[in-house]
């Protein structure tokens, strides 16, 4: 299913966002959804999941983002509180795990929709 996330930007320290994470498709097949982020230099990482009954946080976001879903609307959100400039990153939404597609050669890659730029300044 291909998820587009939206709604970064740039935002000073102690500010906030709210992520929208969007698809043509239906994601109430879809148990585990999560947040990644990606900063520069760094490995893509989860900071938060949501099933139909649990949410997980990473510990560097744990009370201070929130992650929603909206099934009927195929949404799945995050707010970010308290903004630190250590939270700039690429942010993408993703099944938890992610897609696995095969490509032409054979090989096996993760599947991965366009993410959205958080800036945080100091």
């Known amino acids: 299913v291909p998820l587009q996330a939206y709604g970064g930007g740039l935002v000073q320290a102690g500010g906030f966002l709210r992520l929208s994470c969007a698809t043509s498709?239906?994601?109430?097949?879809?148990?585990?959804m999560g947040w990644y982020r990606q900063a520069p230099g760094k490995q893509r990482e989860l900071i938060a999941s949501?099933?139909?009954?649990?949410?997980n946080y990473a510990n560097s976001v744990r009370g201070r983002f929130t992650i929603s879903r909206d099934n009927a609307k195929n949404t799945v959100y995050l707010q970010m509180n308290s903004l630190k400039p250590e939270d700039t990153a690429v942010y993408y939404c993703?099944?938890?795990?992610?897609?696995?597609?095969?490509?032409?050669?054979?090989?096996?890659?993760?599947?991965w929709g366009q993410g959205t730029q958080v800036t945080v300044s100091s």
């Open positions: 498709g239906n994601i109430v097949s879809i148990n585990d």
């Open positions: 949501i099933t139909s009954s649990s949410t």
């Open positions: 993703n099944e938890n795990p992610p897609p696995i597609i095969v490509g032409v050669d054979g090989v096996r890659y993760e599947y």
